[in-house]
């Protein structure tokens, strides 16, 4: 016989709309993820377009191959904090690259940290005119940090947890294109190659919405269960 109990019954028209709409979600990112994909396969397939010909206004320049001449600062440049490398500790080295259309941050890929955090690494760097393939980084979403980078020092390289145009510009006291790039496999001043195209595998999205959503059933079943168990004799 089934038994109301408003308090169960409450907890779980609470909770079952949540799960069921984290599962969702979830398979959105999915979508999300596979057109990503595509688009930069898709991008990788086309020719390199002059940076005079870029239109940095547009919201479609992710992945978007560019081929640049200029030079590579040498002292002024950027170590983006965290990255890991063959189960080893380092850094993204991140240099601004002088156009005749331009300064763009470019990032010429992994380096490993020094002996301590304190001595940070010398940093190779290749003089005089480049030409470099690139392709336009977008990221995916803004990340969330638990404490701002100070770039008022006067030292260099500094130390970033994130890539900020904005506040890389006024450290360099010059302005900058409002995306940075990352070198392509054979480029000049290429560090170690060191990037996946998507950061989470669609597949990922997938099992966390399987998860969600047995969650979700699971939940009904103990609701049910509980609701039509016997009365004690």
């Not at 940070?120 to 980078?149: C, K, V, Y």
Request: without cysteine; glycine residues 6%.
């Amino acid at each position: 016989m089934f038994r109301f109990n408003w308090k169960l019954t409450l907890f779980t028209a609470l909770l079952l709309p949540v799960l069921i709409t984290l599962g969702m979600w979830q398979l959105d990112r999915e979508q999300q993820k596979i057109d990503l994909q595509r688009r930069y396969e898709l991008r990788q397939q086309q020719e390199p377009l002059g940076i005079d010909r870029v239109d940095w206004r547009s919201n479609d320049l992710a992945w978007l191959r560019v081929e640049a001449s200029g030079y590579f600062e040498q002292r002024q440049q950027f170590l983006l904090d965290n990255k890991i490398y063959d189960s080893r500790v380092g850094y993204e080295v991140i240099t601004p690259f002088r156009t005749d259309y331009g300064t763009l941050l470019v990032n010429r890929g992994w380096i490993q940290q020094g002996p301590s955090r304190q001595i940070l690494p010398a940093i190779p760097t290749p003089e005089g005119r480049q030409l470099i393939n690139i392709h336009i980084f977008a990221p995916e979403a803004e990340l969330m940090m638990l404490a701002e980078d100070n770039l008022e020092d006067t030292n260099w390289p500094k130390v970033v947890q994130r890539i900020d145009i904005e506040k890389m510009s006024a450290a360099l006291g010059e302005g900058l294109l409002p995306y940075s790039a990352r070198l392509e496999q054979g480029a000049a001043g290429l560090l170690q190659y060191n990037w996946q195209a998507i950061n989470t595998r669609p597949e990922t999205h997938r099992g966390y919405a399987i998860q969600w959503f047995i969650m979700a059933l699971v939940l009904v079943i103990l609701y049910l269960t509980f609701s039509f168990r016997r009365s004690e004799n």
